[in-house]
């Protein structure tokens, strides 16, 4: 089975701008979360996505938000974008069915804000 | 407020030794208890998962322990390798696919 794909891998923007990244989960799960990472933070809840809903939601102003298409493929969006967002973002696939279920990461998208 | 700490922040050890990390949690609810291991530029692979009910989980070299009363959780590396340089990431699930994480372990074994 292939792994979470998540395009493009690196990304440069400047302040104000907006970005969208992608993920593509493993073939047959249901269920996206979408991850920033940063030195500082470490990893952070952003928000998760099942069968095109959002089912849970992290602490991220309403700049951050994505959406779920009908193969499981998912979008994040990222509006006016800041300094402070320069992370990795990672995206993790898993079934959906089970809080004791793993998750399966990507590689991640590091975007730099300038 | 839901927490995960983890420590130490870095490690260096030799090729070959033993090592302990720990992870201490403030999270309600609970339902289970992970660790991961990041390499530098990559995501994080699952290694263990755990439940309230259990309190020891291996995976080959690496044997996780966890002590839902005190809330406390270790990940112990037998045998390191040079290829267990990474970061390890304690992650408590707090239910509904809620997830908190801790900050890592940078861990870095030497030849």
């Known amino acids: 089975k292939a792994g979470v794909t998540q395009t493009p891998r690196y990304l440069i923007k400047t302040r104000g701008q907006q970005v969208t990244l992608s993920c593509s989960p493993i073939?047959?799960?249901?269920?996206v979360s979408w991850y920033q990472q940063t030195p500082g933070q470490g990893l952070q809840f952003l928000f998760e996505?099942?069968?095109?809903?959002?089912?849970n939601k992290g602490n991220f102003p309403g700049r951050f938000s994505g959406r779920q298409f009908s193969n499981s493929r998912s979008e994040m969006n990222v509006s006016t974008l800041e300094l402070g967002d320069s992370a990795l973002y990672l995206c993790?696939?898993?079934?959906?069915?089970?809080?004791?279920?793993?998750?399966?990461f990507g590689p991640g998208t590091r975007l730099l804000v300038l | 407020k839901n927490q995960v700490e983890q420590s130490p922040q870095s490690l260096i050890i030799l090729e070959g030794k033993n090592c302990t990390l720990q992870?201490?949690?403030?999270?309600?609810?609970?339902?289970?208890l992970r660790w991961y291991k990041q390499d530098t530029g990559r995501g994080p692979v699952s290694l263990t998962i755990m439940t309230f009910s259990e309190n020891t989980k291996s995976n080959g070299r690496y044997t996780a322990t966890l002590d839902a009363d005190t809330k406390q959780s270790s990940l112990h590396i037998t045998a390191s390798q040079l290829s267990d340089s990474a970061s390890y990431i304690c992650v408590v699930n707090a239910g509904t696919y809620k997830y908190i994480f801790g900050t890592g372990t940078r861990l870095k074994v030497l030849a």
């Open positions: 993790a696939s898993s079934s959906g069915t089970s809080s004791q279920e793993t998750q399966y």
């Open positions: 073939s047959g799960h249901r269920s």
């Open positions: 996505y099942f069968s095109e809903t959002q089912r």
């Open positions: 992870c201490n949690y403030t999270v309600s609810p609970f339902s289970n």
